[in-house]
């Protein structure tokens, strides 16, 4: 059983105004198109990138609009796209980070913008992000080539660096995620006074921000890994990932499969992204309050209702959606490493005790 934010949680008037930004931003940005294509399912375990698909979703859906093509980063097929929207807009996923830190959805983008010209790309909010200037200056010179890309950007610094390099209809809307409006928050008793969910080591975005002192009790973890006591998935969930597991490999290495296996495929995305955001909230909800360097543990914190403390990751687009955005939120405390959260944590304990 779970139970859900009301009008008297202390965010929910911000948590309607991101929602209706979404909403806004991408009927502009639609201009009146009625059927699209969504590319870029993240199919892997990471709870704020299914946000991010399952955002969309219910954005597109309340903007009556219909999705004609779905696919995963690795399963595209433009013959598949072709036949089933031969004309209208073709939506990139957001999540990730619009650059080269993710090589399989960077390589998804520079290859729509080669093949689908005569047809307007839309970028779902993204960040943007190049390690390696090369790579930034290739994917200036495909967009400006393309000539019809609409970029949304989800904080004011990447709306900075895209109209200075790109050659686009370039504008801010929040994060996808935030078109859920509210979500469910588990029931049941938290058993550590903070869960600490962080990047570790090797990750791009990851940033060593100290350890937790030792007089709270705390779990330690990555939810992009296994964890202890793994939550329970419905039984909807497993049947998708079951069938998932069996139709994304073919569908990746065959390029005829793919071509005709494509709307079974697709139809796993909505009950796996579920399984995976359902994962996410339960493994939040075993901490009291929640301390994190991730970008949709800080969403998804607010979403559900919880008080958590917020720290940056590698090249700042925590920070930057923060103070573009949810920075007025009362649920939410920006620290810069765990000297300052050892504070913020105390102080919200503090306050759930009184």
């Not at 060593?208 to 296994?226: F, I, K, N, T």
Request: aromatic share 6%; proline share 6%; net charge neutral.
């Amino acid at each position: 059983m779970r139970t859900r934010p009301t009008a008297s949680d202390p965010d929910a008037e911000l948590l309607a105004e991101l929602a209706d930004r979404v909403d806004t931003g991408l009927r502009s940005a639609l201009a009146g198109a009625r059927e699209v294509a969504l590319v870029s399912f993240p199919n892997h375990n990471n709870p704020g990138d299914s946000a991010i698909w399952l955002g969309a979703l219910a954005s597109l859906r309340r903007l009556g609009v219909r999705i004609r093509y779905r696919c995963a980063w690795c399963t595209y097929d433009p013959d598949a796209l072709r036949r089933a929207l031969p004309q209208g807009p073709v939506l990139l996923n957001g999540g990730g980070n619009f650059g080269d830190l993710y090589a399989g959805q960077q390589d998804l983008r520079e290859r729509l913008l080669a093949e689908l010209t005569g047809r307007r790309l839309i970028q779902l909010p993204q960040s943007i992000h190049f390690r390696d200037d090369a790579n930034l200056q290739r994917m200036r010179r495909l967009v400006e080539r393309h000539g019809d890309v609409t970029l949304l950007v989800r904080e004011r610094r990447s709306e900075a660096l895209a109209r200075e390099v790109f050659d686009a209809d370039v504008r801010l809307v929040p994060d996808m995620a935030f078109a859920l409006r509210e979500l469910p928050r588990p029931v049941g008793t938290p058993d550590v006074d903070a869960l600490w969910l962080h990047r570790v080591a090797g990750d791009p975005e990851y940033v060593d921000h100290g350890r937790p002192p030792a007089d709270l009790s705390v779990h330690d973890l990555e939810w992009l890994r296994g964890v202890p006591g793994e939550p329970a998935w419905s039984r909807g969930a497993r049947l998708a990932r079951a069938a998932n597991d069996r139709l994304l490999p073919r569908c990746r290495d065959d390029r005829r499969w793919a071509r005709h296996a494509w709307r079974p495929l697709a139809a796993t995305f909505a009950p796996l992204g579920t399984g995976y955001l359902d994962r996410g909230l339960n493994i939040m909800a075993t901490g009291r309050v929640l301390v994190t360097d991730k970008l949709h543990g800080h969403i998804l914190a607010l979403l559900s209702g919880q008080p958590h403390v917020v720290m940056d990751n590698s090249y700042g687009k925590v920070s930057a959606t923060y103070e573009t955005w949810t920075h007025p939120s009362t649920l939410a405390h920006w620290a810069r490493d765990w000297d300052e959260a050892r504070a913020l944590v105390g102080d919200i304990l503090g306050r759930s005790n009184a």
